[in-house]
């Protein structure tokens, strides 16, 4: 192959430059924007400035960082882990569908906001609400694709395994869940932000530690900066949980992943 025609860089890296690019740009257009119009701190902070009460208050916000990474961390593997039994409950019985199925829908379309008072009655504030928020609000993603995964298992591939003295449990271990891992992990993408929103939103409410709460108080002293900061630490670990996800995806499920990856190549 002539060595003139090969590309300098790959599809793939281009495709990464042109995301860190694209990022850069957004920032350095907000700052001149900013520079431009003189809006105040109060209204939008410029990202130099954000970035300078990181560097500052990172000593403080840190401890309240990994509180917040705890709390989602810990609620999120066990949504997703009750997400799991019950998606897999829902999607081998068509009775625990029609039973359970209106239950979650029933329950997911509460506001998480409404139940995290009752978690405070119950476990008083602190981190178990928390935890609980975050966790009742990244169930009902992981159940609806893992049921959803189960129920397109091909009905002639379970009837040929059976044929050959396969149980019920066998096609369900060795077909049913690698075929739904698919959409397990396109849960878990949604699963993650959504334990986020219900870590900050219980620690706004009822704890005394977290980045929501230090929002909540720098919004109450007009600290706008620090509000944009804490802002910035959620982006960065949501980003940091989604490619973790991400990564485990495609360890597990590159079969799945094969015709995307040349399409985009």
């Given amino acids: 192959m002539n060595e003139e025609n090969t590309p300098l860089l790959s599809p793939k890296a281009k495709r990464r430059i042109l ?3 694209a990022l850069a740009g957004f ?3 907000w700052e001149a924007v900013c520079l431009a119009t003189g809006v105040s701190d109060l209204v939008l902070p410029r990202p130099s400035q954000i970035a300078g009460v990181l560097v500052e208050k990172m000593p403080l916000l840190w401890p309240h960082t990994v509180q917040t990474l705890y ?5 999120f593997v066990l949504g997703v882990l009750v997400g799991i039994v019950v998606g897999v409950i829902i999607g081998s019985s068509r009775l625990a569908y029609d039973v359970a199925y209106p239950l979650l829908v029933g329950f997911s379309s509460i506001p998480k906001v409404a139940v995290v008072p009752i978690f405070v009655v119950w476990f008083g504030a602190g981190t178990m609400p928390a935890i609980l928020t975050s966790l009742v609000i990244s169930i009902f993603p992981v159940v609806v694709n893992v049921a959803t995964g189960l129920a397109n298992t091909e009905p002639e591939l379970e009837d040929v395994l059976k044929v050959l003295g396969a149980s019920k449990g066998d096609v369900l271990w060795n077909v049913g869940l690698p075929r739904a891992l698919p959409y397990l992990f396109a849960s878990l993408k949604i699963a993650i932000t959504l334990s986020f929103v219900g ?3 219980s620690e706004t409410v009822a704890a005394n530690k977290g980045i929501g709460n230090v929002m909540m108080i720098a919004s109450g002293n007009f600290d706008v900066p620090l509000v944009f900061a804490g802002l910035f630490i959620l982006a960065v670990l949501g980003v940091a949980l989604y490619a973790i996800s991400a990564l485990v995806e495609v ?3 590159g079969w799945a992943q094969r015709k995307n990856d040349m399409a985009m190549a």
């Fill in 19 to 21: 995301s860190v690019l």
């Fill in 27 to 29: 920032f350095l257009l």
């Fill in 71 to 75: 709390t989602t961390v810990t609620g």
């Fill in 199 to 201: 870590t900050v939103l």
């Fill in 251 to 253: 360890r597990l499920t």
